[in-house]
C-alpha cells in the first residue's frame, strides 16, 4: 500500500464510522478495536514512522481523534474506497483482510445491522481492486 500511514487513518475513520453507526460507540467496540491493532494488525505491519511507532497503531490515533471531535462522517466510505483505489499495490491482499476482518469485528463487537452495510460496500469494492491487481 502507498502511504500506509494515511491507510490507517482512513481505516480508522471508517472503523468510527462503523462503530457510531448505530449512534453511539460501545465500549466492547472500542475494546475489540484496540485489540484487533494491538494483536493483528500491528504484528503484521513492518513500517514505522519517524518516531519509531508501529503505523499500524495510527488507526487507533485517528479513531480516539474523531472520538473526541465527533465529526459527521457522510462519504467515509467513498473516501476510504477511493484511497484505496488509488493506492493499492500487488501484494496487498493480507493488509485488505485484516482490515476487513478489524471492520466485522469492531461491527460483531455490539450491533450489527448497520455496521454490515458499510462493511459490504467496502468489501465489494476491495474484492473488486484486487481482482484486477
Do not use: C, W
Amino acid at each position: 500500500m502507498e502511504n500506509v500511514k494515511q491507510y490507517y487513518k482512513e481505516l480508522g475513520k471508517l472503523l468510527y464510522a462503523i462503530a457510531i453507526a448505530d449512534g453511539v460507540i460501545q465500549p466492547e467496540e472500542r475494546e475489540k478495536l484496540h485489540q484487533l491493532v494491538m494483536k493483528e494488525l500491528a504484528h503484521h505491519e513492518k513500517t514505522y514512522d519517524s518516531s519509531g511507532m508501529n503505523q499500524a497503531f495510527y488507526v487507533d490515533f485517528e479513531f480516539e481523534k474523531l472520538e473526541k471531535e465527533e465529526p459527521k462522517l457522510n462519504g467515509t466510505v467513498k473516501e476510504f474506497n477511493h484511497f484505496v483505489e488509488k493506492n493499492l499495490q500487488v501484494g496487498d491482499k493480507e493488509l485488505i483482510d485484516l482490515s476487513l476482518k478489524l471492520m466485522e469485528n469492531v461491527a460483531n463487537a455490539y450491533s450489527k445491522k448497520r455496521e454490515k452495510s458499510i462493511i459490504e460496500q467496502v468489501k465489494s469494492n476491495t474484492d473488486f481492486l484486487l481482482s484486477k491487481k
